[in-house]
Structures are given as C-alpha cells and as structure tokens.
C-alpha cells in the first residue's frame, strides 16, 4: 500500500515565518471603512452634502459668516444723549474716540491658513515696548501701539496695505456694528449678586448664613461630587461682552468720534473693537471722494 502524502506539509507557513521576497505587501494611506455609509433616518432630505473636515473646506464655511473688511479700534469715553429735533425724543448714545489707529500687519490663508488684518492704536513710548514688538513695528515701518488687535476678514480683498490709518469715516452714519469691549470687573461676589440667588430664609432655623449658597450637590444618589457648571460664588465680570447690531448716529472725522446708539459694555476708558455687523447687510462703502461727498449729502 503507497503511503499516503502529508498534506499539512504542503502549506505554506504563516506570514511572517516566510522571506521578504515571497510576501506580498499592500502599502495604502489612511483607513478605509469596511462598511459603506448608512443614510441617516434623520436626514428628510437625500440631496444633503457631507460635511468635510480638511482645512479649505472649514473657511469655505465661514464665508458668510466673516466681514468684507477689517474693524477699527476705540476708546469709550463715555455716554451722553441727542435729541431729535423733528420729534423731540432724548436718545442716549455712547461715544467713541479713534485714536491713532493703524494697520500693523497682515495674515494671509498661505503664511497662517486665514485672513486677518492686525490693527493698533494709541502709542506707547519704546522704552515700555519688548525688543521683539520694537521690532515688529520697525519691520512694518509703524510707531509703537498701546494696544494690537486682529480683525478676521473673509478673502485677500479685505486686507488694508500696512500703514494706512483708518479714521472715523471708516464708519457710515446709519449704519450697525458690532461693539466688543471687556465689561466691568465686580471682583469675587457672592451666588446672590452673581447669580441671582434668593438666599436662606431670613427667619428661623438659619444663623449667619442668609446669603450663602446652600448645598451643592447631592451626597450618594449623585456620585458624591459636585456636577461640573455648578453655580457658585466667584470672579463676577471682566470678560468680554458683544452687543450687535449697534446703529453709527454720528461721525465726527476731524476730532475722530463714532457716536453708538444705545449703551455698550465697559467702563469709561476701556478699549472697544468696532466692526461691520454680521448679522445686518454688509453697508456700501463709496471709494472715491466724490462718491464720498455724494453719500454724505444723500
């Protein structure tokens, strides 16, 4: 009877027991999903785009949602009122003074992936100044600013050439912007003024706690901790506040005052960034000087 052959020994061994040569080796990029895309119950529509997650993708989003041009920089000097002469009605404004203010340098979508316009204003003697701010303001050819800010622009036809000072008329009466300013600091309050709380009963069964915050948290059904946002007693103010949609009352070019409507936020003296609403239509900004004096009169 012929032996009967060992089939076991005619397989290959595993993979990595084999030479380099005889094993074949499939280099792909990335990680490819084993199973297709599901449609989405969710989704009414079947035309929905993707989302994309690459850089290009991100900005291209955030068109209608960045300015046409760079904002200018203020500071509030403080409130005051108008009156209309043809009803007679009080209306409070705020006023804002431009102060020097000048386009510093540029970033670009190649050099820093976005658009943006860095603005400064005031001056600060250079003996204050950092050697590598000095140098950055000698680079540019610009005097020493107290005070740099960056405007997001949309495109490269948002970007002021460096050096150009941006005065009042940068803003046209009866326009809206958009006010951002650092809101006054109350320092460390209690839950009551910060938060509003009622406090503790003021009668009975409460001693020297009536302003106090009470529990925070419950002891075993609620994992012994305190849940994360918790209300407390803290730094009450100091950050920045944005009021919209503010209408430009009056500009005033030779002395470098925007007259706001309304209050915003920030004490007397405090910086404001002062830019083209987003949530209004873009305003039509004349480029020449006749088109400037025509829009005056009209």
């Keep these: ?23 074949h080796h499939v280099f792909r990029r990335g990680i490819r999903s084993i199973s297709p ?23 291209k989003r955030k068109d209608y949602t960045l300015p046409l041009r760079t904002g200018a920089l203020g500071i ?11 009803t007679g009605r009080r209306v409070p404004c705020t006023i804002v003074q431009l102060d020097r203010v ?14 943006a316009v860095q603005v400064g204003c005031g001056w600060k003697h250079p003996s204050n100044v950092t050697k590598p701010l000095l140098g950055h303001f000698a680079e540019n050819g610009v005097s020493p600013k107290r005070h740099l800010v960056e405007f997001p622009v949309k495109d490269e036809s948002g970007l002021l050439g460096i050096g150009k000072i941006i005065k009042a008329s940068w803003f046209q009466e009866g326009q809206f912007i958009d006010a951002r300013a650092n809101c006054r600091g109350m320092g460390f309050a209690g839950v009551m003024k910060r938060h509003g709380f009622h406090g503790q009963p003021a009668s009975h069964g409460v001693s020297l706690t009536h302003r106090s915050m009470g529990s925070a948290g419950q002891s075993q059904g609620g994992g012994s901790r305190v849940y994360p946002g918790k209300k407390m007693a803290g730094r ?3 950050q920045q506040v944005t009021v919209q949609n503010v209408k430009v009352l009056k500009v005033d070019e030779e002395n470098g005052l925007v ?21 209004k239509p873009w305003p039509i900004i004349p480029n020449s000087p006749t088109q400037v004096r025509s829009a005056t009169v009209s």
Aim: net charge positive; with cysteine.
């Design 1 to 23: 009877m012929p032996p009967t052959p060992c089939l076991s020994c005619l397989q290959l061994p595993p993979s990595f027991l084999l030479p380099r040569i005889l094993v």
């Design 37 to 59: 895309p599901r449609p989405n119950r969710f989704n009414r529509s079947q035309d929905l785009p993707l989302l994309e997650s690459t850089t290009a993708a991100a900005l």
């Design 76 to 86: 509030k000097k403080g409130m005051s009122a108008i009156y209309d002469l043809e």
């Design 102 to 115: 000048q386009v510093v340098a540029h970033k670009t979508r190649k050099n820093n992936g976005y658009y």
């Design 236 to 238: 009450m103010g100091g």
């Design 259 to 279: 007259v706001l409507n309304g209050c915003i936020a920030g004490p007397d003296g405090c910086l404001v960034k002062l830019q083209d609403a987003l949530k």
